[in-house]
C-alpha cells in the first residue's frame, strides 16, 4: 500500500506544497507565489504611463505659452510700427506748418525796376 506526505509550508511570501509517495520515490512540489512580483509589475507599468503622460500634458503646455509668447511679440512690434508712423506722420505735419508760417513771414520781392 502507498503511503503519502503532505508538507505545506507558507511564509507569508511563498506557498510551498510538497506531496512524497512511497510507492515510486517520486516527490512533488508545488511552489505557488503570493502575488506579490504581479503587484509590483503593475504598479511599475502605472508609474510609467503616468509619467509619459505627465511629460506629453508639459510638452502642449508649453506649445502654448510658446505660441502666446509669439503673438504677444508680434502685436508688440505692430504697435510699435504704428507708433512709428504716426510719428513720421505728425513730424512732416509740423515741418509743413513750420514751412507754411515761414512762407507767410517772408518779406515780399522788391518791384521789378
Given at each position: 500500500m502507498?503511503t503519502?506526505?503532505?508538507?505545506e509550508r507558507?511564509?507569508?511570501t511563498?506557498r510551498e506544497?510538497?506531496?512524497e509517495?512511497?510507492?515510486?520515490?517520486?516527490?512533488y512540489?508545488?511552489r505557488?507565489?503570493?502575488g506579490v512580483?504581479?503587484?509590483?509589475l503593475?504598479?511599475?507599468?502605472?508609474?510609467?504611463?503616468a509619467?509619459?503622460?505627465?511629460?506629453?500634458?508639459n510638452?502642449?503646455r508649453n506649445?502654448?505659452?510658446?505660441t502666446?509668447?509669439?503673438?504677444g511679440?508680434?502685436?508688440?512690434?505692430?504697435?510699435?510700427?504704428?507708433?512709428a508712423a504716426?510719428?513720421?506722420g505728425?513730424a512732416?505735419t509740423?515741418?509743413?506748418d513750420?514751412a507754411?508760417?515761414?512762407?507767410d513771414?517772408?518779406p515780399?520781392p522788391?518791384p521789378a525796376q
Open positions: 502507498a503519502e506526505r503532505v508538507t507558507n511564509d507569508g511563498t506544497r510538497i506531496v509517495r512511497d510507492e515510486g520515490g517520486t516527490t512540489v508545488d505557488g507565489g503570493s512580483g504581479s503587484l509590483i503593475g504598479l511599475a507599468v502605472l508609474a510609467v504611463v509619467i509619459v503622460a505627465f511629460f506629453l500634458l510638452q502642449s506649445d502654448d505659452l510658446r502666446s509668447a509669439v503673438t511679440a508680434a502685436s508688440s512690434v505692430a504697435d510699435s510700427a504704428s507708433g504716426r510719428s513720421v505728425d512732416a509740423n515741418v509743413g513750420a507754411s508760417r515761414a512762407a513771414q517772408a515780399a522788391a
